[in-house]
Structures are given as structure tokens and as C-alpha cells.
């Protein structure tokens, strides 16, 4: 992990770079994290592989309901030589929830993509397939987000049960 | 080293004169009564449907369909450990074809369940289907949207509870069913579970709809 | 008959196949007659309900598009509903050969959140019990890929010896598989009398039994052919792919997360991390092997330094107090008490923790909201993203190839779907 200086000096190389991408920077618990805007997400990456994270570990999404903007995005970025690890995340709006796809630099984003639009309903644009992947392909709905019902079946105790005839008491 | 033999071959003392008696039979000196009595004593009668169930349960063919956690503790009961050889079950099939035996092994996703069922509706009569583990039989600890319990698309006829099941009781619930199936061969599953009237007959026309 | 002819009329699972678009496939240049071949989700070579869908020109593999989803059990949703001692056994069942890495990484995650110290007894017990499972794991492996390439004798020999290891878990913990032994703050209780003995008895049968299969095993000639040189695939595009864990070091990185960011007193423990050098499926089959060897050494290491002390740590408000206190000490029982109805709270934060499991870098992604139930759990699970790279390393490439690539590529289709 950068620490908490090196995570303030890397956001301010950020901001001098780009325009605006960089919201804020969180040191929680010895891990860094940059709070950036949704479109700037594949300029940001580039710029930390450049500064040596090379390697993205993981994609994953996060419904922060009742928060707004609720959906989110990270991405766990991993530096092999110096062993340094930094999170780089962004927020959407259900409304609006396009996210520029970092597939072309990051071939291991595909199914992970995949996976968060399943689940979250977060669109990548510019995913080569982006298809469910989990969920069967005519499922409808989001299945991770906070407000979905978490489904199956109630437990069935004496005072609930039905006592009525059953499949196998067809008389 | 001392061999201790069981009561099974009767006691000692006749064991001589039953001795001479099968060297007789084998050389074809033994006739009449004697014939008679020693054939009784040796033959079983029963009648064939029996005899076929007998048969049918000894020899099962379990599919390979492992689907989760409940595979692996399925994998040891083929190993040497819990040998479901000496039962004579360790063919496991991999097309359902050949297979007579379903054992469903692990959780069954809402996407998985059509295939389970095309699968279980390839095999060809009579076939049976265990559940093992608590997420087949049950949703198990995941009582969500994303798992459905075998029975509500699929006949079952023996659950085995576990998560997962040791390989001993997984044993314990094919013999269960092997004794089922030795007793009472109802093979045709519609009859065990009253299914009739759910054949579903694909005319030659209606295909590819 | 009408009821029937509504029934034929409407199969939705038929319609639902036909919404894999394939026309990409048929489109290629230079194309002979390319067959495309569905590798069902069941199939006996496919390491569980992996669905495969092959273009094949003959019997060499043009294109390879994996269809998961089939073993989803909505795992990461099932521990938003649950308090954070519930979760432990739900996230077990994820990857389900590597079932104590799980609940490691997910304890990880919460006793970072927490800021919770783990004793060092109980971290030297997690190790031995993590390495345990490295060494179950990898049998499973071996087992069920000479299975795969026809050597069936092997299946019998790992699964005697993995046996031999869910003997040694059913003596710590009660269960072969699925212990929640592991806790948040420590493990669930202490060993047994008798178990070290009976551990140490296993490491030093266990170097034996890997090279009675290495004797059978690596110079064979029908391995050798099957495994050398097939499906080679550059360092560069593993990394880009994401690609952790023993895929990675039998291309020559030598990443292993127990000794690049160590946790849980991996420091202390001096073992090697075996390397390959083509890239091929022999070398992954090697490195394999010889991380059982080095897992049976930091074992034997653990158990001669496992120190003395408490196997879970003494904050009462995260871990259960010992049943003793709970006739003396009144805050013992209003712990006990909010522990098993409520369970601990977490204060509100977002934390990453990876660990290095049998198939590559196990992350858990932990969100807290300040209440007992997690707001949020993701697994970052090795085979999901290792599983990328059977494209690369499966086009051009007979079926047969394919399939021992598939078996060295150690999927877990739990892990995978979760």
C-alpha cells in the first residue's frame, strides 16, 4: 500500500494530469483508495500502470443503496515489483449507469464486467460480449442490488404449513 | 495365524457326510430321495419379477453428475475408503443412456434445473434419483433466488441429509434405496408418484416451435 | 391434446439457447468445415457444470467460449441477510475444495475492518490447517486429472491420502469438510491431544507418497507427450489476463502472495515457492506437486513452533467467551448474549483482503455499514478469472489437449459461479 502521503502525493500527480477525474482519497486501515469520476476510470488505470500497477485484481460492483450515487465500481489494482496494492473506485446513478470499459488495456475485466452488469446493472460501454454471466440470459433484474428480494422460499413451521391436500394425496 | 470359521457351512461334525454327499452329486452317483433333498436344499424359488428386482438393485449405474460440494464427498465413496465397489455400483455412467441412477450431488441453480431434468428424462426406465446434501433436497443454507430443491420439478426418492453427507451416509441411502428397489419395483417413476398424465408427446409437426 | 400441443408449443429453454449468439463464430475466414460442439454442463471431463462452446475445424479447436452460471448460488447476496459469524459457513461452500481459504479470507477481511489482533497460536493453527487444505486440494487435483488423462490407478491413491487429511480435520474440528474452524479473531477451539502427533505422522508420510506418484508420473511417457509443450502461454498474457496463483509461477513469475505480502505468520516459515520455466501444461503439473512438498514443510515448521497462548483473541465483544466465565462474570454473559443473538458490529468502512489460496490470489471484499450483517461480500475468486485464459491457451489445440489444459487449469466451478 502507498502510504498515506504517497496516496496524496500520486492523487495530486492525478488532478495535475487530468481534468476533475480524481473526487477524493481514503486511507482506511493501511489501504488506499481514489475516488474518481466514472468516464476518467481507463484514464486513471493508464495512469497508475504507468506508475507501476500493472496488474488489476479484481473488478467488482457494490450497491451503496441508500446512498446516492448507488452503484459502485472498483478496481483492485496490484503493483508486483514494489508489492503495493491501491483501489481506485467510482459511483453511478441507477439512471445513468454507463461506465467506460477497460477491457482493451485489462483483457481480465471481461467476465468480471460480465459479472457486475449481471448482477448490478452497471453497462460497460465498450465491452466486446457484454452478456449475462452468471444469471440465466432471459433473467430479469439486477440480483445484488440492496432492493432485490433476496428470494426463496419461507420456511415452512406448524403454524404456516398448509394443511391442505398435497401433490401426493390425490384421492 | 488361527482361521476361525464361522457357523455359515453348518456344524463340523456333518461337515464329512456333506462332503461325501457333493462328491456324489458331482460324480453323478446321487439319485432319488437323496437327489430331491439336496437339490432343496440348495435351490431358492421365487418368482421373476423378484429375481429381476433383485438383480436391478444390485446393479445400478450411477450418472456422474456432480454439481457441487456434495461431488467431491461423491468421488470418495467410489475411493477405497467407503468402496461402493463391493456393492457393485462403481460403473458411474457418464451418459445418461447407460445410467440408472441419479445422484444429484450439490445445488441446483435456476439455470442448471432444465438441464437436470433433460437429463433425467433422457435416462431410460427404470431409473431412480437420490438427493444428496441439504441444497438439493432442500435449498440447503441458500434459501435464495438463484437455487431451487430438486423435488419441486423432479421425483426424488431418497434425500440424504448432510452438508455434505459423509460418504457413509451417502452409502447408507443408496443401500436404502437399493432395498427399495428390492422389495418394491415400482420402476415406472409416474407410478411411485403418481405422475400420470404429465407425458408430454412431441408430435412429428410440432417440433421446433 | 391441446394442453400437450401448449406444452411443446412453449419450451423456454429451447428459445433460451438460442440467444447465444454464434453467428461470430460461423463468420471466420478461411473456414473449412468448423463444427460447433457443445460441452454440456454435464460432462465427465468438464471439473463440474462448466459449459463449453467449441468451434472445431476436425479435431483441432478454433474458438472456446465458456458458459458459467451453472452451479450459482447466490452466495454474495446470502451474506448481505446474515450476521458476520453467519457468513463464515456460507462463504465456505464457495470455492469447496479450498473451503478453510475462504473462510481465511473472509475473517481476514472482517479482523482488518475491525482492526482486530489474532493471536499468535491461532495464527500458526490457521496456517497448518490452510496448508492442510493447499495439500487436500492439490490431491483433488492430481486425482481427478489423471482421471482425466486415463490414468485412473492415481484417483485411488490421492483420494487414500486425502483421507488421510479429512482424518486430521475431523479430528480438530468435528467435520471433513466445511469446518468453520476458522473465526473471526482466531479458530473455533483449540487442537486435541494427540493431533500434533498425528500431523506430524502425515508430514512425514506425505514427501514419500508425492514421490511414489512423481515416480509414476513424471517420466512417463504418455504424460510427457500429453503435457509438454501444450498450451503455452506467454507470462505477459497471463498477467494481463489476470492470471494468479500456479498458472502464473509455471510461467516463471514467481508471485505467491505467502511470501510477497505475507499474513498470518507466513514470515516465519521458510519455504520455497516452486517455479517453472516453459510455461507448458508439465510445468503447472510439476509446480503442483512440489507445493505439496513445500506445504508438508511449513507444517512440520508450524508444529514445532506452535506457541502456547490463547487460540482466539480475548475481545470479548467479537469473539465468544469461554463457557466457564459465563456462571461468574456478568459481562461475560451480556457478550455472550449480544454475540449469539445480534452478533458484533463492524465499524462502517470498505476493506480488500487477498490471500494466496490453492488456484491463485483469493480476495474478499468486505463492506460494512456499522451494523451486524455485512452490506457488502465479494469474493474475488482465482478460477473465475483464470478461467479467461482457456482461450489463449486452448485455440489451435486438440480436443484432447483441451481437455488435459482444462484439467491443469484446476477450475472450481463453485468458486467460479459462486
Known amino acids: 500500500m502507498p502510504d498515506a502521503t504517497g496516496l496524496e502525493l500520486l492523487a495530486n500527480e492525478l488532478r495535475d494530469a487530468g481534468d476533475d477525474a480524481v473526487l477524493d482519497?481514503?486511507?482506511?486501515?493501511?489501504?488506499?483508495?481514489?475516488?474518481?469520476?466514472?468516464?476518467?476510470?481507463?484514464?486513471?488505470?493508464?495512469?497508475?500502470?504507468?506508475?507501476?500497477?500493472?496488474?488489476?485484481?479484481?473488478?467488482?460492483?457494490?450497491?451503496?443503496?441508500?446512498?446516492?450515487?448507488?452503484?459502485?465500481?472498483?478496481?483492485?489494482?496490484?503493483?508486483?515489483?514494489?508489492?503495493?496494492?491501491?483501489?481506485?473506485?467510482?459511483?453511478?446513478?441507477?439512471?445513468?449507469?454507463?461506465?467506460?470499459?477497460?477491457?482493451?488495456?485489462?483483457?481480465?475485466?471481461?467476465?468480471?464486467?460480465?459479472?457486475?452488469?449481471?448482477?448490478?446493472?452497471?453497462?460497460?460501454?465498450?465491452?466486446?460480449?457484454?452478456?449475462?454471466?452468471?444469471?440465466?440470459e432471459d433473467y430479469e433484474g439486477h440480483p445484488q442490488r440492496r432492493d432485490f428480494p433476496m428470494g426463496g422460499e419461507p420456511v415452512l413451521f406448524t403454524h404456516n404449513t398448509r394443511n391442505g391436500p398435497g401433490w401426493w394425496d390425490q384421492s | 495365524m488361527e482361521i476361525v470359521r464361522s457357523g455359515g457351512l453348518g456344524d463340523p461334525e456333518t461337515f464329512r457326510s456333506r462332503q461325501l454327499t457333493a462328491r456324489q452329486m458331482l460324480t453323478g452317483d446321487l439319485e432319488g430321495e437323496d437327489l430331491e433333498k439336496f437339490v432343496?436344499?440348495?435351490?431358492?424359488?421365487?418368482?421373476?419379477?423378484?429375481?429381476?428386482?433383485?438383480?436391478?438393485?444390485?446393479?445400478?449405474?450411477?450418472?456422474?453428475?456432480?454439481?457441487?460440494?456434495?461431488?467431491?464427498?461423491?468421488?470418495?465413496?467410489?475411493?477405497?475408503?467407503?468402496?461402493?465397489?463391493?456393492?457393485?455400483?462403481?460403473?458411474?455412467?457418464?451418459?445418461p443412456r447407460q445410467a440408472d441412477l441419479l445422484i444429484l450431488s450439490g445445488r441446483v441453480s435456476i439455470k442448471m434445473a432444465p438441464v437436470v431434468r433433460r437429463i433425467y428424462d433422457q435416462m431410460l426406465e427404470p431409473k431412480w434419483v437420490i438427493a444428496m446434501g441439504a441444497c438439493s433436497s432442500s435449498t440447503g443454507i441458500f434459501n435464495n433466488y438463484a437455487i431451487v430443491a430438486a423435488d419441486k420439478f423432479m421425483p426424488v426418492d431418497v434425500h440424504v441429509p448432510g452438508c455434505p453427507p459423509r460418504p457413509e451416509a451417502l452409502m447408507h441411502g443408496i443401500?436404502?434405496?437399493?432395498?427399495?428397489?428390492?422389495?418394491?419395483?415400482?420402476?415406472?417413476?409416474?407410478?411411485?408418484?403418481?405422475?400420470?398424465?404429465?407425458?408430454?408427446?412431441?408430435?412429428p409437426g410440432d417440433r421446433g416451435a | 391434446m391441446t394442453d400437450l400441443d401448449a406444452i411443446t408449443r412453449d419450451v423456454p429453454y429451447r428459445e433460451r439457447e438460442a440467444s447465444i449468439d454464434i453467428s461470430a463464430f460461423e463468420s471466420q475466414e478461411g473456414q473449412e468445415e468448423l463444427l460447433t460442439l457443445n460441452f454440456g454442463p454435464h460432462?465427465?471431463?468438464?471439473?463440474?457444470?462448466?459449459?463449453?462452446?467449441?468451434?472445431?475445424?476436425?479435431?483441432?479447436?478454433?474458438?472456446?467460449?465458456?458458459?458459467?452460471?451453472?452451479?450459482?448460488?447466490?452466495?454474495?447476496?446470502?451474506?448481505?441477510?446474515?450476521?458476520?459469524?453467519?457468513?463464515?459457513?456460507?462463504?465456505?461452500?464457495?470455492d469447496y475444495l479450498a473451503y478453510y481459504f475462504n473462510a481465511m479470507a473472509y475473517c481476514s477481511a472482517v479482523e482488518q475492518l475491525i482492526g482486530l489482533e489474532v493471536p499468535k497460536r491461532a495464527q500458526y493453527l490457521r496456517v497448518i490447517h490452510l496448508e492442510l487444505n493447499r495439500i487436500m486440494?492439490?490431491?483433488?487435483?492430481?486425482?481427478?486429472?489423471?482421471?482425466?488423462?486415463?490414468?485412473?490407478?492415481?484417483?485411488?491413491?490421492?483420494?487414500?491420502?486425502?483421507?488421510?487429511?479429512?482424518?486430521?480435520?475431523?479430528?480438530?474440528?468435528?467435520?471433513?469438510?466445511?469446518?468453520?474452524?476458522?473465526?473471526?479473531?482466531g479458530v473455533f477451539e483449540d487442537i486435541p491431544v494427540g493431533w500434533a502427533d498425528r500431523v506430524r505422522r502425515f508430514c512425514e508420510e506425505m514427501p514419500t507418497r508425492v514421490d511414489q506418484y512423481a515416480a509414476l508420473l513424471d517420466k512417463n511417457e504418455i504424460v510427457v507427450q500429453r503435457l509438454r509443450d501444450v498450451a503455452v502461454v506467454p507470462e505477459s498474457t497471463l498477467l494481463k489476463l489476470g492470471v494468479t496463483g500456479p498458472l502464473l509461477r509455471a510461467s516463471g513469475n514467481p508471485w505467491d502472495l505467502r511470501k510477497a505480502q505475507p499474513y498470518s505468520s507466513y514470515e516465519d516459515f521458510a519455504f520455497q515457492i516452486p517455479v517453472g520455466t516453459i510455461g507448458d501444461n508439465y510445468d503447472?503439473?510439476?509446480?503442483?506437486?512440489?507445493?505439496?512438498?513445500?506445504?508438508?514443510?511449513?507444517?512440520?515448521?508450524?508444529?514445532?513452533?506452535?506457541?502456547?497462548?490463547?487460540?482466539?483473541?480475548?475481545d470479548r465483544k467479537y469473539a465468544l467467551p469461554p463457557r466457564h466465565e459465563l456462571?461468574?462474570?456478568?459481562?461475560?454473559?451480556?457478550?455472550?448474549?449480544?454475540?449469539?443473538?445480534?452478533?458484533?458490529?463492524?465499524?462502517?468502512?470498505?476493506?480488500?483482503?487477498?490471500?494466496?489460496?490453492?488456484?491463485?490470489?483469493?480476495?474478499?471484499?468486505?463492506?460494512?455499514?456499522?451494523?451486524?450483517?455485512?452490506?457488502?461480500?465479494?469474493?474475488?475468486?482465482?478460477?473465475?478469472?483464470?478461467?479467461?485464459?482457456?482461450?489463449?491457451?486452448?485455440?489451435?489445440?486438440?480436443?484432447?489437449?483441451?481437455?488435459?489444459?482444462?484439467?491443469?487449469l484446476d477450475p472450481v466451478l463453485g468458486g467460479i459461479d459462486r
Open chain 1, 25 to 136: 482519497t481514503v486511507f482506511f486501515r493501511g489501504q488506499a483508495t481514489l475516488l474518481v469520476q466514472p468516464g476518467a476510470v481507463p484514464a486513471v488505470l493508464a495512469f497508475l500502470r504507468g506508475w507501476g500497477y500493472n496488474f488489476l485484481a479484481s473488478l467488482h460492483g457494490v450497491d451503496y443503496f441508500p446512498e446516492e450515487p448507488r452503484l459502485g465500481v472498483h478496481y483492485e489494482m496490484l503493483d508486483m515489483r514494489n508489492v503495493d496494492r491501491i483501489s481506485v473506485k467510482t459511483r453511478v446513478h441507477t439512471e445513468a449507469p454507463e461506465v467506460p470499459s477497460v477491457v482493451a488495456d485489462w483483457p481480465t475485466a471481461n467476465h468480471q464486467e460480465r459479472e457486475v452488469y449481471d448482477m448490478f446493472g452497471v453497462v460497460f460501454e465498450g465491452h466486446p460480449d457484454l452478456r449475462r454471466i452468471l444469471m440465466p
Open chain 2, 40 to 95: 432343496e436344499e440348495r435351490v431358492l424359488a421365487t418368482t421373476l419379477d423378484k429375481a429381476v428386482a433383485w438383480a436391478r438393485g444390485n446393479a445400478m449405474f450411477p450418472l456422474t453428475f456432480g454439481l457441487a460440494c456434495c461431488a467431491i464427498e461423491m468421488m470418495s465413496i467410489v475411493a477405497a475408503r467407503v468402496d461402493v465397489a463391493r456393492f457393485g455400483f462403481e460403473a458411474f455412467r457418464a451418459s
Open chain 2, 175 to 203: 443401500l436404502k434405496l437399493r432395498n427399495q428397489i428390492q422389495l418394491n419395483p415400482d420402476q415406472d417413476w409416474r407410478t411411485r408418484y403418481g405422475g400420470h398424465g404429465t407425458e408430454e408427446v412431441v408430435l
Open chain 3, 43 to 94: 460432462h465427465p471431463a468438464t471439473h463440474g457444470v462448466l459449459r463449453l462452446l467449441t468451434v472445431l475445424e476436425g479435431e483441432v479447436i478454433r474458438d472456446i467460449k465458456p458458459i458459467i452460471g451453472y452451479v450459482h448460488t447466490g452466495i454474495e447476496k446470502t451474506c448481505e441477510d446474515k450476521a458476520y459469524w453467519k457468513v463464515i459457513p456460507v462463504v465456505e461452500r464457495m
Open chain 3, 137 to 185: 486440494s492439490h490431491l483433488v487435483w492430481l486425482g481427478t486429472s489423471c482421471l482425466d488423462l486415463g490414468a485412473i490407478s492415481m484417483f485411488w491413491y490421492c483420494f487414500r491420502d486425502r483421507e488421510s487429511v479429512l482424518d486430521l480435520f475431523e479430528m480438530s474440528s468435528g467435520q471433513r469438510m466445511h469446518p468453520r474452524y476458522i473465526q473471526v479473531g
Open chain 3, 284 to 314: 503447472r503439473f510439476r509446480v503442483r506437486m512440489q507445493e505439496m512438498k513445500e506445504s508438508v514443510k511449513i507444517i512440520a515448521q508450524a508444529l514445532d513452533g506452535l506457541p502456547e497462548g490463547p487460540y482466539i483473541t480475548d
Open chain 3, 327 to 408: 456462571a461468574t462474570s456478568m459481562e461475560a454473559l451480556i457478550h455472550h448474549f449480544k454475540l449469539v443473538t445480534e452478533g458484533f458490529r463492524v465499524p462502517p468502512g470498505e476493506v480488500y483482503a487477498p490471500i494466496e489460496s490453492p488456484r491463485g490470489e483469493l480476495g474478499c471484499f468486505v463492506r460494512s455499514d456499522g451494523s451486524a450483517k455485512p452490506a457488502r461480500v465479494h469474493m474475488r475468486d482465482p478460477s473465475f478469472v483464470n478461467l479467461q485464459a482457456i482461450k489463449v491457451m486452448c485455440t489451435d489445440t486438440y480436443i484432447a489437449d483441451f481437455i488435459a489444459t482444462l484439467a491443469m
